[in-house]
C-alpha cells in the first residue's frame, strides 16, 4: 500500500537555525497537510496546500514557516529562524481528490528538537 | 469554529474486556468525523471515518463507532481488546465547505492512551 514518507524521523537543532522538513506525498494525491504535535498536547493543523499554493493555514504558520512543493513528488516544511517552542513532532499528510470526507494519509513524523 | 473534546486521556483495560472511548464534538454546522490510531513511533493511521448514513460504522481491527447527533458524539467502541491495541487513539473532525470542496483541515481531539493488560 503506497505511503507517506518523512525525512528525517529526528533532527536536532541549535535554535535560531533554518530547518527543512521534507515529505514524500501518496504520488496521486493532490491535497498535502502539515501538522505538528506538542508533546503532551494536541495534533495542530499548520497549513494546507493545493494546487501549488497555500489553501488554509492556521495562526501557527507566521512568517517564520514556508511550504514548497519544489518538484513533483516533495514537500517541504522550512522553519526560518527556530525557537525552542518549535520543538515538537511535524506530521505530513496527503490525501486523494474526492472531497474532504476522503481520508488523509499520514508519515510517520518528524521530531524537531531545539536546543 | 469546530473543537473535539476527548473525555478520558488514559483507559487502562485487560485483555478481551471491552473498551469504549468518548469523544465530543462541538461545531454549528455538519462535520465529518474520523478516527485515528498512533502506534508507538508511527503515524497516524485511520481507523473509521462518518461522513453520512447509518450512524454505526465499522472501521479496521475490530473498532467501530456510533454518531450520535444530538449529543454531539462520536465513542470508539471494541467488544474484545488485544494487547496489541495498546496505542493512542485521536477523535478528529472536518468541516466540509459549503461548496462541496475542502481543504480538509482536521481538528483533533487531545488524545486517549489506551494500554490493554494481560
Known amino acids: 500500500e503506497p505511503e507517506v514518507t518523512q525525512t528525517p524521523s529526528h533532527q536536532v537543532t541549535q535554535m535560531g537555525q533554518e530547518v527543512i522538513l521534507r515529505c514524500v506525498p501518496i504520488s496521486n494525491h493532490l491535497y498535502f497537510y502539515w501538522y505538528r504535535q506538542i508533546l503532551g498536547q494536541k495534533v495542530e493543523f499548520l497549513v494546507s496546500?493545493?494546487?501549488?499554493?497555500?489553501?488554509?493555514k492556521s495562526e501557527i504558520f507566521d512568517d517564520q514557516f514556508s511550504v514548497e512543493r519544489p518538484d513533483g513528488s516533495n514537500f517541504t516544511l522550512k522553519i526560518r529562524s527556530t525557537k525552542l517552542e518549535d520543538s515538537a513532532m511535524y506530521f505530513c499528510?496527503?490525501?486523494?481528490?474526492?472531497?474532504?470526507?476522503?481520508?488523509?494519509?499520514f508519515g510517520d513524523g518528524t521530531r524537531l528538537s531545539i536546543l | 469554529a469546530q473543537s473535539v473534546t476527548q473525555l478520558d486521556s488514559q483507559v487502562p483495560v485487560f485483555e478481551e474486556a471491552p473498551v469504549e472511548l468518548r469523544c465530543n464534538y462541538s461545531?454549528?454546522?455538519?462535520?465529518?468525523l474520523f478516527w485515528y490510531v498512533q502506534y508507538p513511533n508511527q503515524g497516524l493511521q485511520l481507523l473509521l471515518k462518518?461522513?453520512?448514513?447509518?450512524?454505526l460504522v465499522k472501521g479496521i481491527n475490530g473498532f467501530e463507532a456510533e454518531f450520535n447527533k444530538s449529543q454531539t458524539s462520536f465513542h470508539l467502541r471494541k467488544p474484545s481488546v488485544h494487547i496489541s491495541d495498546t496505542a493512542e487513539y485521536f477523535c478528529?473532525?472536518?468541516?466540509?465547505?459549503?461548496?462541496?470542496?475542502?481543504?480538509?483541515?482536521?481538528?483533533f481531539g487531545q488524545g486517549t492512551i489506551l494500554t490493554v493488560h494481560p
Open positions: 496546500f493545493y494546487n501549488n499554493e497555500i489553501s488554509e
Open positions: 499528510a496527503s490525501r486523494g481528490i474526492q472531497g474532504a470526507g476522503q481520508p488523509q494519509h
Open positions: 461545531s454549528s454546522v455538519s462535520v465529518y
Open positions: 462518518y461522513l453520512s448514513g447509518s450512524t
Open positions: 478528529a473532525v472536518i468541516r466540509p465547505n459549503a461548496g462541496g470542496t475542502s481543504y480538509g483541515k482536521l481538528t
